[in-house]
């Protein structure tokens, strides 16, 4: 005999004819069907596994062993500095947007996907170009413009007869999205027939950031006439200026494919609004000429940063213009100073200087309102410029004392990096 606890664990029950012991009728196989016959609905296999799944749920976990840790607090030291990496690039996103002056959604993060560049674009010059020229050689310049975008286009000026231009010339792009390019092409000049290509060039984000580019990248398409092609090459710098973001959430893994050395910087950087008011008492220029008055037009730039450059419109026949033109300067970091010119737009020569004037780190501190005494403004000529700057939105009354010796004091003349007066450009 067997008894009811061993048939229990046996998977048989007993029976009353002499203790013969039979299976479970929940552990008998279901009988194969015959040919010709229906085969189990799926509604009982699904049934069956669903309490099966149940058992199995219902037991319980396995212990850990002696001096192990639980198994769901285990976890790789890489993924959490990936996790503080992450947390620390979201941070920096958040501190380089506010910097910017755009909101990024109460409070949220913003999505690199959305991230919008600013850049800063300095053609240097290119060297072995092809002679595409008859007679004499190639008459070079420079187009730029990001890929697919013609209303961010720029041009330098033309250099003539020359295989080794050199342009010099800064330009600031705005609009620029993580999956953009940079498309840079070398023409050929001409006054009669369609201009030749001489050669193009092709930069990504990833080569400019999170540090800047600056030297050659070498030119395809230099020659389309024949398989020929001449080494030629396109000196450039690169550089994020500012970064500016939507306003969507981004997720802790999409910020790690970010430059955070870029927004590192720009957390660091300053926002500066200059507001160009007005000058009064300019001296005319175009005396003596059938021009009329002076046509004035005021610039201001970081010194030594050319690319920070900005100016005014053009007023015409004017010795007070007024312009009240806003506008950002962009690469302000503490320790700038800031130069001002005020300048006669003429055609065929150079630019006459209507006066000069400089702020100082410590008079931008706080930022500056009111009125500049203009240097160089002419023999017994008394002229005035009018400014507004705003750093982190601060802009102080400037003391009468300061502006008196702005006015007097000879060293505050920029020099070096200073503001010059620019030819006319005739358009290409």
Do not use: H
């Amino acid at each position: 005999l067997i008894s009811p606890m061993q048939s229990a664990r046996s998977g048989y029950t007993a029976t009353s004819k002499g203790g013969v012991l039979s299976p479970r009728k929940d552990d008998v196989a279901p009988p194969k069907a015959k040919a010709g016959e229906d085969k189990p609905a799926p509604a009982d296999d699904a049934k069956a596994a669903e309490e099966e799944k149940k058992k199995k749920s219902s037991r319980p976990a396995p212990k850990a062993k002696s001096g192990a840790a639980p198994e769901s607090a285990a976890k790789p030291s890489e993924k959490i500095a990936e996790d503080a990496a992450a947390a620390e690039a979201a941070a920096k996103v958040r501190a380089a947007v506010a910097k910017s002056g755009r909101s990024s959604g109460g409070g949220k993060d913003p999505n690199p996907k959305d991230m919008v560049y600013t850049l800063k674009v300095k053609i240097i010059g290119a060297q072995n170009l092809r002679n595409a020229d008859d007679f004499g050689q190639s008459d070079p310049f420079c187009v730029c413009m990001i890929k697919g975008k013609p209303k961010s286009k720029f041009q330098t000026k033309v250099v003539n007869e020359n295989a080794n231009p050199t342009w010099d010339e800064c330009v600031q792009l705005s609009g620029f999205g993580l999956g953009d390019k940079l498309v840079f092409e070398v023409w050929d000049k001409d006054t009669f027939s369609a201009n030749d290509l001489l050669g193009r060039a092709e930069l990504t984000r990833s080569q400019f950031t999170p540090i800047a580019f600056r030297g050659d990248v070498k030119l395809t398409d230099t020659n389309a006439k024949t398989a020929v092609s001449k080494s030629s090459k396109l000196q450039l710098e690169v550089e994020v200026l500012q970064v500016e973001a939507g306003d969507s959430r981004s997720a802790l893994t999409e910020v790690r494919r970010y430059d955070s050395g870029v927004l590192e910087k720009l957390a660091n950087q300053r926002k500066v609004m200059v507001t160009f008011v007005s000058a009064r008492g300019l001296r005319n220029a175009d005396w003596g000429t059938v021009n009329g008055l002076s046509d004035p037009y005021c610039v201001c730039e970081i010194p030594g940063k050319e690319c920070s450059r900005i100016k005014t419109p053009v007023i015409k026949d004017s010795l007070d213009p007024v312009w009240n033109f806003r506008s950002q300067l962009m690469d302000y970091e503490d320790g700038d100073s800031l130069s001002f010119a005020v300048l006669d737009k003429d055609l065929g020569k150079k630019d006459d200087v209507l006066g000069r004037a400089a702020l100082t780190k410590d008079q931008l501190a706080r930022g500056f309102r009111g009125e500049l005494s203009l240097l160089d403004a002419g023999k017994g000529v008394k002229a005035y410029l009018k400014v507004v700057v705003e750093v982190d939105g601060q802009a102080s009354p400037a003391p009468a004392v300061a502006m008196a010796a702005i006015a007097e004091n000879k060293a505050d003349k920029p020099s070096g990096g200073a503001v010059t007066p620019t030819g006319s450009k005739k358009k290409s």
